[in-house]
């Protein structure tokens, strides 16, 4: 006996439209990452450790940018009026996580 499946629908994220983008910014900064681990195993200079990290901290600076642009376009500024208060204080909450570092 067959069944019917069903299935559920892929949710629309704000960053779906630029998804293969940003995994291949986020395949980059974990190269990075395992360049950093290689510098330490070499024993390298730890200022030139750091000045990676830096680069490495950038470019996760620069993926958190973007995603918080796409949620405010589309989840935010896209979300039904009543809902739009809730959103944009998750936003700001998820915004006050990032810079909060160190």
């Known amino acids: 006996m ?5 299935t559920t629908p892929t949710p629309t994220r704000g960053y779906t439209a630029t998804k293969d983008q940003l995994l291949k910014r986020l395949r980059r900064v974990e190269g990075q990452v395992r360049g950093v681990q290689g510098m330490v195993e ?4 730890c200022i030139d450790v750091l000045t990676q990290i830096s680069a490495v901290q950038a470019a ?3 993926v958190a940018l973007g995603l918080v642009d796409e949620h405010t376009r589309h989840c935010v500024m896209g979300a039904e009026p009543s809902e739009q208060a809730d959103k944009t204080d998750e936003l700001v909450a998820a915004f006050a996580r990032l810079m909060r570092r160190g």
């Not at 067959?2 to 069903?6: I, N, R």
């Not at 070499?42 to 200079?45: C, N, Q, S, T």
């Open 42 to 45: 070499d024993d390298r200079y």
């Open 60 to 62: 996760l600076d620069k």
């Open 2 to 6: 067959l069944m019917a499946t069903e």
